[in-house]
């Protein structure tokens, strides 16, 4: 990432994205030999609204960008597998007969808790030989893992033509990611990536897994990100207790709403009538969640009606609530919201993905955007002595070879 903001049309975008996957099948082959690979490519995304709603059933609006993850891949004659990265070194070598039973704790599990489920169902034919990795800050909030995961299904589905559905490469992400890795995480993220549309924000139920595409005229808007470069490094625990305190919560509402299924049903009426009964920081997690689902509905409705004002405000809404309710964001994350609203640029921003550092998600007016974006990464460089990471992203068609 630079330190200024940084933004190729998509045209120049595409030929940035041609150039990158042919370096990295180059290192492919530097590494493995042969012929050239097939290549591949698996966006991240960013979530503009419904913060920690998708483990609480709430909806969520994420668009799938224009980063991610490179892969190249080549089948073999063999069952023998060779897993490489380039985010660390070495090589993982093992067989389809023999994968790991365990995580290595590197990032060789996220494709491996894929495999490990296509062997196991017999849809494994024949060895491969895969390189990743991409051009996605790491712990940033722009959801590395299902970028890996789903491109990884994709992958392996191309290569041994198993003719799998969208939502089938979602849900072996999703069980790789929960059941091999380790992370309890929500079904946003995998669906954000694997259901991508270009020039839409996806709007996902997560309670019921309904979805559609929302209309969001890229021509007069854009998309950018703010790194703060402080990494989360307690992020994992902080956000399991996230987690764990809104299963709580549900848990001492849920007989005053016998019809609830997850935090995300209790009426704010609810909430209202029996919050004193909760412990101070279980009424807050809950308020957040009640207001942000209602905050998430109105800024649905404002996309629909191509008020992006409308939407960009709830955006700034969810951020005070993050903040002051939930508690996951931080003094870098507020100083870039709060110099956000002073420009007339930004629709909207909020701290987006876990929290406790990472990214600021803006919606923007693309006339004025980049000025408006000097001038927050320059309060931001005032503050703190150094200048935040900021890019604009544009929206992406989801993993696909190239």
């Not at 990536?193 to 139920?205: F, M, S, T």
């Not at 029996?274 to 942000?292: D, F, G, I, M, T």
């Amino acid at each position: 990432m630079g330190t200024t903001p940084d933004h190729a049309p998509p045209e120049g975008r595409a030929r940035e994205l041609e150039r990158a996957l042919a370096r990295h099948a180059e290192r492919f082959v530097e590494l493995f030999g042969g012929a050239r690979p097939r290549t591949f490519f698996s966006p991240g995304r960013v979530n503009l609204m419904g913060a920690h709603l998708d483990y609480n059933g709430g909806p969520v609006a994420p668009m799938a960008i224009d980063r991610g993850t490179y892969f190249a891949v080549r089948a073999r004659s063999d069952r023998r597998v060779r897993l490489a990265s380039n985010s660390e070194p070495g090589v993982l070598e093992t067989s389809l007969d023999r994968l790991p039973a365990v995580r290595t704790a590197r990032w060789f599990d996220y494709p491996l808790g894929v495999l490990r489920q296509l062997a196991a169902q017999g849809r494994a034919s024949a060895g491969l030989d895969l390189y990743f990795g991409g051009d996605l800050p790491v712990g940033a909030g722009l959801s590395s893992s299902a970028s890996i995961c789903v491109g990884s299904a994709f992958v392996f589905d191309a290569v041994w033509g198993l003719g799998l559905q969208a939502r089938e490469r979602v849900a072996l992400a999703l069980v790789a990611e929960r059941e091999f890795v380790g992370v309890r995480c929500g079904i946003m993220d995998p669906y954000a990536v694997g259901l991508a549309r270009p020039g839409h924000i996806l709007w996902l139920d997560c309670k019921d897994e309904q979805f559609e595409h929302l209309p969001l005229d890229h021509q007069r808007h854009c998309v950018a990100v703010a790194d703060t470069l402080v990494r989360r490094e307690l992020a994992q625990s902080a956000f399991n207790q996230r987690v764990a305190e809104a299963a709580e919560a549900f848990e001492r509402l849920r007989p005053y709403a016998p019809q609830a299924r997850v935090l995300r049903d209790i009426p704010a009426q609810v909430l209202a009538a029996h919050e004193r009964e909760l412990a101070p920081e279980l009424a807050r997690r809950a308020r957040h969640v009640v207001e942000e689902v209602e905050r998430t509905f109105d800024a649905r409705a404002a996309l629909l009606a191509g008020d992006e004002r409308r939407f960009g405000a709830q955006m700034f809404a969810a951020h005070r609530s993050l903040r002051e309710l939930y508690e996951v964001s931080a003094p870098e994350l507020d100083c870039l919201v709060d110099a956000a609203q002073l420009e007339r640029a930004v629709c909207g921003a909020r701290l987006t993905g876990a929290g406790f550092g990472g990214c600021v998600v803006m919606l923007l007016e693309r006339d004025g955007a980049e000025a408006a974006l000097e001038s927050v990464a320059q309060r931001f460089d005032e503050r703190f002595g150094r200048r935040p990471a900021v890019q604009i992203f544009g929206p992406d068609a989801g993993p696909r070879e190239l």
